[in-house]
């Protein structure tokens, strides 16, 4: 079964209050960075934004750490069958078109047509907590919020082990990773997130049992407009640990090759 995860933007509130981080660190500030397709440009240089906004799973147990090679071998010996990846392939889809239909459906008459244009994109508006946000990047969180719960429902109905928005570190020298636990999270939280920036955490994670055994990820990327274009990995930005490369790229060498990326219209990437 799936670690349970924090749903919907009642739980999100809950976990910030919790954390005691959020409000005094994140406040009503508006993000400062534009992004057209999604939140995911500005999580890339403010992990501290994603870490309390976007919806995540509730991890349990102790810090793992493995060898790549270790967790391959693990991985190879619980390999999907061709028939399975393609049923999880079309699951995924099918939560990317809900999450888009479903999210614009309910904002019927707030834009000019039926999708929002690059300039309503760029305009601001108030997400559910408050926070004045480019729609760009409220639509971005509540599709990634519906397409997050479809995966939990369709990847469950196939008795897949998976975790939802899993927080790894990764050490590119030794191509080990570790798990960030809630625990660890909240001090990090904290002190201020600033060690959350060369952290890792994909959208959709199929494992062995083992969050570090990896045997496919999905991350789903939301365009504001051009929804039927091919959605493309972000460049990490300067000053990030891994500025300058693609994410898609960096998740690869942490998870494997079985690393997808999951639009609307158009289904699955690579």
């Known amino acids: 079964m799936p670690h349970r995860f924090v749903r919907?933007?009642?739980?999100?509130?809950?976990?910030?209050?919790l954390l005691e981080a959020c409000a005094s660190t994140l406040g009503r500030e508006a993000p400062r960075q534009y992004a057209l397709d999604s939140l995911s440009a500005s999580c890339l240089k403010n992990p501290l934004y994603c870490a309390t906004v976007s919806g995540r799973e509730v991890a349990t147990g102790p810090v793992q750490t493995v060898g790549a090679a270790v967790a391959s071998a693990a991985a190879v010996g619980h390999a999907l069958s061709?028939?399975?990846?393609?049923?999880?392939?079309?699951?995924m889809k099918e939560c990317a078109n809900n999450a888009r239909t479903e999210v614009l459906s309910r904002l019927k008459g707030t834009f000019e047509g039926l999708v929002p244009k690059e300039a309503e994109c760029k305009a601001m508006t108030v997400d559910a907590q408050g926070r004045s946000v480019t729609w760009a990047i409220r639509l971005g969180l509540e599709m990634h919020e519906v397409a997050l719960a479809c995966a939990q429902a369709k990847l469950g109905e196939l008795g897949l082990k998976f975790s939802l928005k899993p927080r790894y570190r990764f050490n590119r020298t030794s191509k080990e990773k570790s798990l960030i636990t809630p625990e660890e999270l909240a001090k990090l939280l904290r002190q201020g997130g600033e060690e959350l920036k060369g952290t890792l955490e994909p959208d959709v994670v199929i494992h062995t049992g083992d969050p570090l055994q990896v045997l496919v990820v999905y991350d789903f990327k939301f365009r504001c407009v051009n929804f039927d274009q091919e959605p493309v990995w972000r460049t990490y930005p300067p000053g990030h640990r891994y500025a300058g490369e693609r994410q898609g790229d960096i998740y690869k060498e942490a998870f494997g090759p079985e690393v997808h990326l999951i639009g609307p219209r158009e289904g699955v990437f690579w």
């Open 8 to 17: 919907r933007w009642g739980g999100l509130v809950a976990v910030c209050s």
């Open 82 to 91: 061709p028939e399975m990846m393609t049923s999880i392939k079309e699951k």
